[in-house]
């Protein structure tokens, strides 16, 4: 691709190559007639561990593909910080994930339709998922074939997750063959984003297959700096290269699609956000906006991990020089084997409680532990379930530390910090022990080594404590610039994604979810980019 010729003005600005804006860039340059300009932070995906599955060991926690985002201390977490991950890179976070196919659950979109989103209910959505699949188990009503989104099912299978798929029927927790028809109650084997065995992020299924046309440029290490303003609407961005600073026209639109850290970052440091905190950090508030940056919400996994005995896990094969290469051998091979894995294989939905309307827990099954990511399996044969609630009430915060567009923002999630969250943590720490004691688990003796059978099940103050000591991120923030009708004084964006009362400006991306989904939140992050891309050739005519 030729250099980008970036003095020209474009019609569409899109800000961020992730999950969504691969998408906005492969569909607003379908009419050759609109020039589209894409700008991404990070850089190319020329690195072999963007696309081997396993790789995402070697990008969380790399500069090179992540932005090594830290939270604040967490008082929910017993004032522990976290790492924050998020994809620095085209692709976003799609090059870097757990690669599970997830839509969440009907009624939360139909929630979203309640708010008064028209246009958003489980029935409006369904239709745009479908649009951009390639799904194994498609045609039928609810998947399709021949999209950009490939969807395989896992190429690894291990006998102790069928046994834990098992102890999960004995403890009521159905099989199901898909966890994306609405109701993802039951388990499953997750359904990946890959193809014959390799990752597939939005830039290998979106972006890079329309590089070529000449109506779409890619700038890569553009760091933008801010939404340029003209008179009260948005004229273009300033963004930052290697060769300094340059203003980059929009006749059209700015559509922020750099995520639920970067747009409500972008946004502040354009002067739209909470005016009081934006007059602290030395910036003039251009529009008063008390819901940038507020209504961070996150899945919050709490880990448990079991030792195991006369059955085979991960970490054998990882401390075993011939396990290393029957790895190896598979995957070059075969496409298939650990390698190809993604970091969880089976997938669990239930009810907390049994008076919850619908599953609000997930959980996500490993057959291998560490104490982190990062550091090396452990050298006993163990698994890992890890549980989520997938809608919490706690809500976060994400504020500017500095005036810098470099510089990370403070990111607090607030984990923890409802009551009903603390309590919904407790149970599913019971649940997880008790799935694991049913019959279909007991030939292989498991025993509890995190949280740990000193803390009992009778104990409530200790099971608390514990989802604080052993609670970590699962990588959903959502929330941050949330769609809301006018009359809401903390919605950023309305239903058509409009940035409120700033004309040219869009937000299109997990930012914009009033709620968070029930479920992992890459493909719902895909399916609003589909929808926002008809929305703005809609609102052009």
């Known amino acids: ?35 589209v300009c894409i700008i991404e932070a990070g850089g190319r995906d020329n690195w072999v561990w963007f696309h081997i599955p396993v790789g995402y060991l070697f990008a ?26 998020r994809g620095k890179v085209i692709g976003g976070s799609s090059a870097i994930n757990a690669m599970i196919y997830m839509r969440g659950q009907a009624g939360d979109y139909d929630h979203w339709r309640q708010l008064g989103l028209e246009g958003w209910g489980w029935d409006d959505v369904l239709p745009l998922f479908k649009a951009h699949e390639d799904h194994f188990l498609g045609p039928n009503p609810f998947h399709a074939k021949g999209g950009e989104w490939h969807v395989e099912f896992p190429r690894v299978t291990w006998p102790l997750l069928d046994a834990v798929r098992q102890a999960a029927a004995e403890d009521g927790i159905p099989p199901i063959a898909d966890f994306n028809t609405g109701d993802n109650t039951g388990s499953c084997y997750f359904h990946v984003n890959q193809k014959t065995g390799l990752r597939w992020s939005t830039a290998r299924g979106f972006l890079k297959p329309v590089l070529s046309r000449p109506n779409l440029d890619l700038v890569t290490a553009g760091h933008v700096e801010k939404v340029i303003l003209e008179d009260g609407r948005a004229a273009g961005v300033l963004v930052r290269t290697k ?25 502040m440091l354009s002067g739209l956000g909470p005016a009081a905190h934006l007059a602290e950090m030395g910036i003039a508030a251009a529009r ?13 996994q709490l880990r448990t991990v079991f030792k195991v005995t006369g059955v085979g896990t991960l970490n054998e094969r990882y401390h075993s020089v011939f396990g290393k290469m029957g790895m190896g051998l ?102 997880a022990r008790r799935i694991v004691g049913r019959p279909a688990l ?9 949280p740990g059978l000193q803390i009992a099940d009778a104990d ?48 299109v991306d997990a930012s914009v979810m009033p709620t968070i989904t029930s479920g992992n939140t890459n493909s719902p992050t895909v399916m609003i980019a589909e929808k926002g891309a008809r929305m703005i050739l809609e609102d052009a005519r």
């Open 460 to 507: 409530e103050a200790a099971l608390r404590r514990a989802a604080g000591d052993v609670g970590t991120t699962i990588f959903h923030p959502v929330g941050t610039a949330k769609m809301g009708l006018e009359s809401d004084p903390m919605a950023v964006v309305d239903a058509r994604l409009r940035v409120i009362g700033v004309p040219g400006l869009r937000v």
């Open 330 to 431: 598979d995957f070059a091979l075969r496409r298939r084997g650990p390698l190809t894995m993604a970091p969880s294989q089976l997938g669990l939905f239930t009810k907390s409680f049994p008076d919850k309307e619908r599953a609000d827990l997930e959980f996500h099954v490993q057959p291998l532990s560490l104490d982190k990511f990062g550091d090396p399996l452990h050298r006993y044969p163990a698994f890992t379930m890890s549980v989520c609630n997938l809608r919490p009430a706690s809500r976060g915060t994400l504020r500017l530390k500095s005036p810098d567009f470099a510089a990370a923002p403070a990111i607090a999630p607030a984990y923890l910090s409802a009551e009903e969250d603390q309590r919904v943590a407790a149970q599913s720490l019971r649940i």
């Open 60 to 85: 969380i926690g790399n500069p090179r593909a992540d932005w090594c985002f830290k939270t604040e201390p967490e008082p929910g977490l017993n004032g522990r910080q976290l790492s924050y991950p």
């Open 442 to 450: 007991a030939p292989f003796r498991p025993q509890e080594t995190v």
């Open 243 to 267: 060769d300094g600073a340059r203003r980059i026209e929009a006749r059209r639109e700015v559509i922020l699609a750099a995520g639920a850290v970067g747009s409500p970052q972008l946004l």
């Open 1 to 35: 691709m030729a250099e980008a010729d970036v003095t020209q003005p474009y019609d569409y600005v899109i800000v961020g190559a992730g999950s969504a804006g691969c998408v906005l860039a492969n569909r607003l340059s379908k009419d050759p007639n609109v020039r």
């Open 288 to 300: 008063d906006m008390p819901g940038v940056g507020a209504n961070l919400q996150d899945h919050l």
